[in-house]
């Protein structure tokens, strides 16, 4: 009844304005790095593959496996400080504007919080765009603006007109919890903001004030809406799916793409500090598949880039999509092209990586650029193969999310 009237929230606010660790079948048999299909083999005989004697997981779920070309497209970068040990070339920055939210996510934050930078060694305006224009100017193509919460920072417009200005950017997208993006949003298109990600966990919204230990349920829905009449198309809904919390509402959230332009993201719940991470809360993408098909007959496999993190699906004749992304079960760390920046000038080169480099130390010490690319193309090159493992990553030191940036 809950889900019902959450749903018809959300129809009345678009009117108004367990588990074993999986193992990748289609690798293991075919001997594949990518997480793809074999040549000329479809989805569906990738489905039958998880059964195989090869597979050594003890139970299995019905899954599927990208068509992937069989030459994957080459990019032309201009330096390569962004191509790590194994050919990986980077074109995708990730920005933490800030590592304050307006939320306290259980998956995002730890209960008693965490102890936030000074604001002096957090990135000024001019540090981040100078930063942003070093990796512009080398082949990153396309910047997300993440946080803590990037709607919060009282620059953030002039921060995306000036990053939407640089040559060479072809998409400037931010991941936002939407509680005050209705209100900026009009502006932040205007300043170039051209893609969108808004989170939301539940459908329901006591479901909600739990999860996120704050109010605001009707102001995300508001957000997903206004987005889409701006003309976001589509506009990504990010929802981690967690057992016992809202895996229950996974075909509730299909709903949601019938008649709109959404993209649904179901993510892994992924283990960071603080956000006591266990195997039994996980919820593998086969699983969330299963449940798609159970009641949506007519689910189909798009065709993925070969760096995208999201395994993507259409429901016959609905207006939006569903994707899955699968960084526990299924990792997508063959075409992985993103780096990250941190709110405090720290670089990443991978989320689940403990190593970090300061960029903002150097910059306040006044290297030049050739400088801050010898540190940047270094750190990029020590990027390992493919990260450790969700066991592992959950037994290895790193920050909450609430630091690295979502």
Same mark, same amino acid.
């Given at each position: 009844?809950m889900?019902?009237c959450a @749903?018809d929230?959300?129809?009345?606010?678009s009117?108004?304005?367990?588990?074993?660790?999986l193992?990748?079948?289609?690798? @293991?048999?075919?001997?594949y790095?990518?997480?793809n299909?074999?040549p000329?083999r479809?989805?569906?005989?990738?489905?039958?593959?998880?059964?195989s004697?090869?597979?050594?997981?003890?139970?299995?779920?019905?899954t599927?496996?990208?068509t992937?070309?069989?030459?994957?497209p080459r990019e032309?970068?201009?330096s390569?400080?962004l191509?790590?040990?194994?050919g990986?070339?980077?074109?995708?920055?990730r920005?933490?504007l800030t590592?304050?939210?307006n @939320?306290?996510?259980?998956?995002?934050?730890?209960?008693e919080?965490?102890?936030?930078?000074?604001?002096?060694?957090?990135l000024?305006h001019?540090e981040?765009?100078?930063?942003a224009?070093?990796f512009?100017s080398?082949?990153?193509?396309?910047i997300?603006l993440?946080?803590?919460?990037?709607?919060?920072?009282?620059?953030?417009?002039?921060i995306?007109?000036?990053?939407?200005s640089?040559?060479?950017l072809?998409?400037l997208?931010?991941t936002?919890n939407?509680?005050?993006l209705?209100?900026?949003?009009?502006k932040?298109?205007?300043c170039?903001l051209?893609?969108?990600?808004?989170s939301?966990d539940?459908?329901?919204?006591?479901?909600f004030?739990?999860?996120?230990?704050?109010?605001?349920?009707?102001?995300?829905?508001?957000?997903?809406?206004?987005?889409?009449e701006?003309?976001?198309?589509?506009?990504k809904?990010?929802c981690?799916?967690?057992?016992?919390?809202n895996?229950d509402?996974?075909?509730d959230f299909?709903?949601?793409?019938?008649?709109?332009?959404i993209?649904?993201r179901f993510?892994?719940?992924?283990p960071?500090?603080?956000?006591?991470?266990?195997?039994?809360?996980?919820v593998?993408?086969?699983?969330?598949l299963d449940?798609?098909?159970?009641?949506?007959?007519?689910?189909r496999r798009?065709?993925?880039h070969p760096?995208?993190?999201a395994k993507n699906?259409?429901v016959?004749g609905?207006?939006?999509?569903?994707?899955f992304i699968t960084?526990?079960?299924?990792?997508f760390?063959?075409?992985c092209?993103?780096?990250?920046?941190?709110?405090d000038?720290n670089?990443?080169?991978?989320?689940?990586?403990?190593?970090?480099?300061s960029?903002?130390d150097p910059?306040r010490?006044?290297v030049?650029?050739?400088?801050?690319k010898?540190?940047?193309?270094?750190a990029?090159?020590r990027k390992k193969?493919a990260h450790?493992?969700?066991?592992?990553?959950?037994k290895t030191?790193?920050?909450?999310m609430?630091?690295?940036?979502?």
């Amino acid at each position: 009844m809950m889900r019902r009237c959450a @749903l018809d929230l959300v129809r009345r606010c678009s009117d108004s304005r367990r588990t074993n660790y999986l193992v990748d079948a289609c690798r @293991l048999r075919y001997g594949y790095k990518q997480n793809n299909c074999p040549p000329h083999r479809g989805s569906d005989e990738c489905a039958s593959t998880i059964n195989s004697p090869s597979c050594s997981s003890s139970q299995s779920y019905a899954t599927s496996c990208a068509t992937w070309p069989d030459t994957q497209p080459r990019e032309n970068p201009s330096s390569d400080m962004l191509i790590d040990s194994f050919g990986r070339f980077h074109n995708y920055l990730r920005i933490s504007l800030t590592e304050r939210c307006n @939320l306290r996510c259980q998956y995002c934050m730890p209960a008693e919080g965490v102890e936030l930078t000074p604001n002096s060694n957090l990135l000024s305006h001019d540090e981040i765009i100078r930063l942003a224009d070093l990796f512009v100017s080398s082949g990153v193509d396309k910047i997300r603006l993440t946080g803590g919460e990037p709607t919060i920072r009282k620059d953030i417009e002039d921060i995306c007109l000036h990053l939407s200005s640089l040559k060479g950017l072809k998409t400037l997208a931010m991941t936002t919890n939407g509680i005050v993006l209705a209100k900026k949003l009009p502006k932040l298109k205007e300043c170039g903001l051209s893609a969108i990600n808004i989170s939301l966990d539940t459908l329901v919204p006591a479901k909600f004030e739990f999860m996120t230990r704050r109010k605001g349920h009707a102001r995300v829905l508001e957000s997903i809406n206004t987005a889409i009449e701006l003309g976001y198309n589509p506009v990504k809904v990010n929802c981690v799916v967690m057992r016992g919390m809202n895996d229950d509402e996974i075909c509730d959230f299909v709903e949601l793409t019938r008649e709109k332009p959404i993209n649904v993201r179901f993510i892994e719940f992924m283990p960071f500090d603080g956000n006591v991470w266990n195997i039994k809360k996980l919820v593998p993408y086969a699983e969330m598949l299963d449940k798609v098909r159970q009641q949506f007959k007519d689910v189909r496999r798009l065709q993925d880039h070969p760096t995208d993190t999201a395994k993507n699906f259409k429901v016959d004749g609905h207006s939006g999509t569903i994707s899955f992304i699968t960084s526990m079960t299924e990792h997508f760390c063959a075409g992985c092209n993103r780096l990250r920046l941190l709110a405090d000038g720290n670089f990443k080169v991978c989320l689940f990586g403990p190593s970090e480099v300061s960029l903002r130390d150097p910059l306040r010490a006044g290297v030049d650029d050739l400088e801050l690319k010898d540190i940047i193309g270094a750190a990029v090159k020590r990027k390992k193969r493919a990260h450790a493992g969700m066991f592992d990553i959950a037994k290895t030191a790193n920050r909450p999310m609430i630091h690295i940036g979502g």
